[in-house]
């Protein structure tokens, strides 16, 4: 006789995993072996071994479930692109709920110092993200700008430093705006609605920073650090969270993995005072053709970019059809001999380059091509040009670039074009030729799609948010490197 059992509930296998939300901190009822070997990092550990030799040892270290208690609510962003591909469906249940913000004061007239409205517009759109500062930004002037935007809402602004305590402070007085320094140990008998401190002065309880609608992280690397994580991962923390990236600093693999963890994928620009960055969108257009001759990298260059026929042939058809299309095309080249052997294919285009080249290094039909397109140049919807000629174009005149030349970097386009007025989001195509037709110029193609992603110029659509193409790429990234 056998045994009666209890039916065994098979829909408890499909239903979605419950990712609770407690502030800055998310964390899943339970992992999937698959889950836990995707949304892992990982980071280098040194012992000493018995002959007093050193052993460098990779130890591999969840972001969803860390060994010690770190904020990863950026993750939030991941789960349903893995429940996308195939992976668990999530289901979410938030403890404690980030604070809502009104709609940011109306600037014009009121506030003559705010110079960037999307930054008030960024925080007021997402509860997390990084604000990305060209080296010309004033973070403090950011943050005051933040504070006019939002007056009834309270302030947290964290650092590492006590000298740059100082100096925000001192910002936000020239700009007209109070605010309480905290960097003793004694607690203050109250807290203004803008307090400013290092992390563990954000532990007296007059701050009430569980209460607090905004936090500012004056430098992002500090956000990942281990004396950020006690003020980050309260378990009542209601404020939206944000940090300030200025400069071009480089992040290892496992701080990169940190920050994302913490702040998510979303991204605002402010590449000089006053400017947002353009929106960019990649496209990319293989060629394949027999090996080009030269042993040198110039030589290489030389045959298989500026005089390749059938690649020239390629750029110039992209150019038509793109103006066919109503586009406004510019073509851009790293030389002029590159742009003359253009010119040949598209003889009716104008030139635009600096007026004291030196031409006599061209052939002579060259050179005088060169001259007679340079005098048809006066405003229109084709351009092929250099890099210095394209700084004197008006930004905005084009919205379509292809980049016809080579190299590892980016190309040299000028940081006029890049960026647009605050408020007035541009956007610009660019055109690059995925290069195969010689090891060292496949290389230089995939190290400028990788410099692409580092900005957040992917592939995609307009309507396709950046912040979701560096969630993507992120993913695939800890694929690649956890498989």
Same mark, same amino acid.
């Given at each position: 006789?056998?045994?009666?059992?209890?039916?065994?509930?098979?829909?408890?296998?499909?239903?979605?995993?419950?990712?609770?939300?407690? %502030?800055?901190?998310?964390?899943?009822?339970? &992992?999937?072996?698959?889950?836990?070997?995707?949304?892992?990092?990982?980071? +280098?550990?040194?012992?000493?071994r018995l002959d007093r030799t050193v052993r460098v040892e990779p130890v591999f270290e969840s972001l969803l479930r860390p060994p010690f208690p770190r904020a990863n609510r950026g993750l939030l962003q991941l789960l349903p692109l893995i429940a996308g591909r195939g992976g668990p469906s999530f289901r979410q249940l938030t403890s404690v709920s980030t604070r809502s913000l009104p709609p940011p004061e109306r600037f014009a007239g009121n506030f003559p110092q705010i110079?960037?409205?999307?930054?008030?517009?960024?925080?007021?759109?997402?509860?997390?993200? &990084?604000?990305?500062? %060209?080296?010309?930004?004033?973070?403090?002037?950011?943050?005051?700008?933040?504070?006019?935007?939002?007056?009834?809402?309270?302030?947290?602004?964290?650092?590492?430093?006590?000298?740059?305590?100082g100096s925000i402070q001192q910002d936000l007085r020239r700009m007209g705006i109070r605010s309480q320094r905290l960097v003793t140990a004694r607690e203050p008998d109250r807290a203004e609605r803008i307090v400013i401190g290092t992390f563990s002065s954000m532990a007296h309880a007059e701050v009430e920073l569980e209460k607090r609608d905004i936090l500012i992280i004056f430098n992002a690397r500090d956000a990942i650090s281990n004396r950020a994580q006690g003020p980050l991962t309260a378990p009542d923390l209601r404020g939206r969270l944000y940090a300030f990236q200025q400069g071009d600093g480089k992040f290892s693999p496992l701080e990169e993995d940190r920050l994302a963890a913490t702040f998510g994928f979303q991204r605002v620009d402010v590449p000089a005072p006053g400017f947002e960055a353009v929106d960019i969108n990649m496209q990319w257009t293989p060629f394949f053709v027999a090996?080009?001759?030269?042993?040198?990298?110039?030589?290489?260059?030389?045959?298989?970019?500026?005089?390749?026929?059938?690649?020239?042939?390629?750029?110039?058809?992209?150019?038509?059809?793109?103006?066919?299309?109503?586009?406004?095309?510019?073509? +851009?080249?790293?030389?002029?001999?590159?742009?003359?052997?253009?010119?040949?294919?598209?003889?009716?285009?104008p030139i635009c380059f600096e007026r004291d080249c030196d031409l006599s290094g061209l052939a002579g039909q060259d050179a005088m091509r060169l001259q007679a397109a340079r005098s048809r140049w006066i405003m229109g919807t084709e351009l092929i040009t250099t890099a210095a000629g394209l700084a004197t174009i008006r930004p905005g005149v084009f919205n379509l670039l292809i980049w016809a030349g080579s190299g590892p970097g980016l190309p040299?386009?000028?940081?006029?074009?890049?960026?647009? &007025?605050?408020?007035?989001?541009?956007?610009?195509?660019?055109?690059?030729?995925?290069?195969?037709?010689?090891?060292?110029?496949?290389?230089?193609?995939?190290?400028?799609?990788?410099?692409?992603?580092? &900005?957040?110029?992917?592939?995609?659509?307009?309507?396709?948010?950046?912040?979701i193409c560096r969630a993507n790429n992120f993913l695939e990234r800890l694929q690649g490197r956890n498989s």
């Open positions: 006789m056998s045994e009666d059992r209890p039916d065994r509930d098979d829909s408890a296998e499909l239903r979605p995993h419950v990712a609770e939300i407690c %502030g800055q901190v998310v964390s899943v009822d339970h &992992l999937d072996t698959s889950l836990d070997q995707i949304l892992r990092t990982r980071r +280098l550990t040194v012992s000493e110079l960037s409205p999307h930054v008030a517009e960024f925080v007021h759109e997402h509860p997390l993200g &990084l604000i990305q500062c %060209g080296p010309s930004v004033s973070r403090s002037h950011l943050i005051g700008e933040i504070a006019l935007a939002f007056p009834s809402q309270s302030l947290a602004v964290m650092t590492a430093s006590r000298a740059d305590v090996r080009p001759n030269g042993r040198t990298a110039m030589e290489i260059k030389r045959h298989g970019i500026w005089r390749c026929e059938p690649r020239n042939r390629i750029i110039a058809r992209l150019a038509t059809r793109a103006r066919e299309q109503h586009h406004r095309v510019v073509i +851009l080249t790293e030389t002029l001999e590159h742009a003359a052997r253009l010119a040949r294919k598209l003889p009716d285009w040299p386009i000028p940081a006029s074009h890049l960026a647009s &007025l605050s408020g007035t989001r541009g956007q610009l195509t660019i055109v690059d030729i995925r290069d195969r037709h010689h090891p060292l110029l496949r290389r230089w193609s995939r190290s400028r799609e990788d410099a692409y992603a580092r &900005l957040g110029w992917f592939e995609r659509p307009f309507n396709i948010s950046s912040a």
